[in-house]
């Protein structure tokens, strides 16, 4: 039986090869009403969330450089989950014996992910909920202004996730 309490269903995110094109169509065409722009990786309030393909590519896979057809391919498709507890949940992957992509990895904006395959090879994504990473770089010393830059999150926003922690 899953422990369910160790992470949850976050959103889908879809790699794009232009972003703002993809941006004005989710937007303008399907409706979408954004909830976070970071510029490589927009957030939408219905939890679609679309990156820069090849700055998510080399992100992940180290390979910016490949080809094209790999944005049609099962690996440019992630489901994302979040988790309060990044070592529990990498010790339960590693009891069920998934197929890691990476291990625990410290994103280029500080955030603790891990990514994984399902049976059919779908690539899943754990990472840390973003106020847990700020009250987590909060706690090793980092002034929530570095917070905001390191991790490039609004200031107002790491300052409230600071506040209600």
């Known amino acids: ?52 393909g090849s700055y998510g590519r080399n992100v992940i896979f180290g390979d910016a450089g490949a080809g094209d057809d790999d944005f049609s391919s099962k690996r440019m498709l992630e489901l994302y989950y979040e988790t309060d507890d990044m070592d529990r949940t990498s010790e339960l992957l590693k009891a069920a014996g998934v197929v890691f992509v990476h291990d625990v990895v410290a994103q280029p904006w500080c ?21 847990v990473c700020v009250k987590r770089l909060a706690a090793s010393g980092m002034s929530g202004e570095k917070i905001a830059e ?16």
């Open 1 to 52: 039986m899953a422990d369910n309490s160790i992470f949850s269903y976050h959103s889908t995110v879809l790699f794009v090869r232009d972003v703002a094109a993809s941006k004005k169509f989710y937007t303008e065409v399907m409706g979408e009403e954004i909830e976070l722009d970071l510029g490589k990786n927009i957030g939408f309030k219905s939890g679609i969330g679309i990156w820069d």
């Open 111 to 131: 955030q603790l992910t891990v990514r994984f395959l399902d049976p059919d090879g779908h690539m899943i994504e754990v990472g840390e909920r973003m106020d």
């Open 150 to 165: 390191s991790t490039t999150m609004p200031a107002d926003i790491v300052k409230h996730m600071l506040k209600n922690g």
